[in-house]
């Protein structure tokens, strides 16, 4: 995993998110763009930091004023990349080193999922870069 670096905002929603829900947060990403907060959280606390019905991440949101999306973090890479990509079936990773020295990952999903994956604009699949590099030192990511 690559060094993190958070601003003061970010550590601020990551104590407030952590009070609200209980659980323990391992990254945060604003995206100023969509309005909304990114939380990865360590394995095992999804359903703590969702609560009862959503009742936690809706407290979150009232608190922050901003979309809030959870996400679980995985030692393993393939894991990761699915719990980012979720509810996107993730059919296979891949790894590919260039000639640069740079490691793309190769994600495959279904053809009906692809736009969805993307996202509008393509944020999804930039969101999902920042995090694969931030987590598991990936340079590049390409939806197959």
Known sequence: MSEI???TECIQHMALFENITGSSV?????????????FVIKKGYMGLAIGRNGC??????????????????????????A?????INIKKVEIVD?????????IA????????AIGRDGKNIQRA????????????????
């Open 5 to 7: 670096k958070l601003n």
């Open 26 to 38: 391992v990254d945060c990403l604003i995206d100023d763009g969509d309005g909304k907060i990114v």
């Open 56 to 81: 936690n991440i809706e407290r979150v949101k009232k608190s922050i004023g901003k979309q809030v999306e959870v996400i679980e973090h995985s030692d393993n890479m393939e894991k990761f990349i």
């Open 83 to 87: 719990n980012i990509f979720s509810p």
């Open 98 to 106: 260039n000639r640069n020295h740079k490691r793309t990952a190769r």
């Open 109 to 116: 999903v279904n053809a009906k999922d692809k736009g969805l």
């Open 129 to 144: 870069k920042l995090l694969i590099q931030r987590h598991h030192n990936i340079d590049d990511a390409v939806i197959q």
